[in-house]
């Protein structure tokens, strides 16, 4: 071969090489989306703070919205979702009873938002009067967090006061005749005005703007046996794309993502 023809050879290869190195993209990976549940506040906030983190190791993260308690497991439950993030252990008891083929398994911890009452009406507890109206959530699990919170603050006795599936049944002592309106969870900070007294989720009460540390006449305690989990389904649990969302979640950027935000009204749990 001449020593030009091996120099336009040299060239022609060089350019190829060039125009491979272009065109190939920087890194290949397989992108997997998860489909996850949350409620607004503080859930979807928390899932949108980690997105860019997760698109980088490959996760599409897509963040359903719901309002209410319902919908979020029964979406998962029917496989629609891959996941959800808006409930404690104690609901997930209480759905899996009435719901038949339950498939969602609890994956990680990751805050508590302690539970609180409230009033448009008075400012200290001491000035609850007798017979006042007392609006708490009507879902099982709710509900007797709220009947234990009450019973802490001597305002009711309950026959356990360790019962977490505690009911109005179970009330043996009620010295200042309490009357009691169960309602939907979400809709509780929207008929403060018209009771005395409310126990509201924090993250509803948040939604509100309500401040659960500096608003409330009472608050649970840090040993809340209620802390907020990831959930996902059964045949899912294992994948990589969730053990990269559980990472995310409690990682030290998580931790300080919620204690700067919500400033003790959520709590992180790991």
């Known amino acids: 071969m001449s020593l030009n023809l091996k120099r336009r050879f040299s060239l022609i290869l060089a350019g190829s090489l060039a125009a491979a190195a272009v065109f190939a993209p920087a890194t290949v990976f397989a992108v997997e989306t998860l489909h996850i549940a949350a409620s607004p506040v ?24 719901f309002t209410d308690y ?46 609180a009452a409230y009033s448009s009406k008075y400012k200290k507890l001491a000035d609850l009067p007798d017979g006042a109206t007392v609006a708490i959530p009507n879902d099982p699990s709710n509900s007797g967090r709220a009947l234990l919170l009450l019973a802490k603050q001597g305002l009711v006795k309950l026959k356990d006061p360790k019962n977490i599936s505690a009911t109005q049944k179970d009330i ?45 006449l009472f608050i649970e305690d840090a040993n809340s046996p209620y802390a907020n989990l990831l959930v996902a389904r059964e045949d899912n649990k294992n994948s990589p794309a969730f053990k990269k969302l559980v990472a995310a979640l409690n990682s030290p950027e998580v931790k300080k993502f919620i204690e700067e935000k919500y400033k003790g009204a959520v709590v992180p749990a790991f």
């Not at 698109?55 to 897509?62: F, Q, S």
Request: proline share 8%; net charge neutral; glycine share 2%.
């Open 172 to 216: 043996i002592e009620n010295p200042k005749k309490l009357k009691f309106k169960e309602l939907e969870a979400a809709t509780l900070p929207r008929v403060l005005n018209q009771v005395d007294l409310a126990l509201i989720n924090t993250n509803y009460a948040i939604e509100a703007k309500l401040n659960p540390v500096k608003d409330s």
């Open 42 to 65: 503080p859930h979807a906030e928390i899932l949108e703070f980690i997105k860019p983190k997760l698109a980088k190791e490959g996760v599409d993260l897509k963040v359903k919205v």
């Open 70 to 115: 319902i919908q979020p497991a029964v979406q998962v439950n029917e496989k629609h979702l891959d996941g959800n993030f808006f409930l404690h252990q104690p609901y997930l008891n209480e759905f899996k009873k009435n719901h038949k083929n339950d498939i969602e398994v609890p994956i990680a911890k990751v805050h508590v938002e302690p539970f």
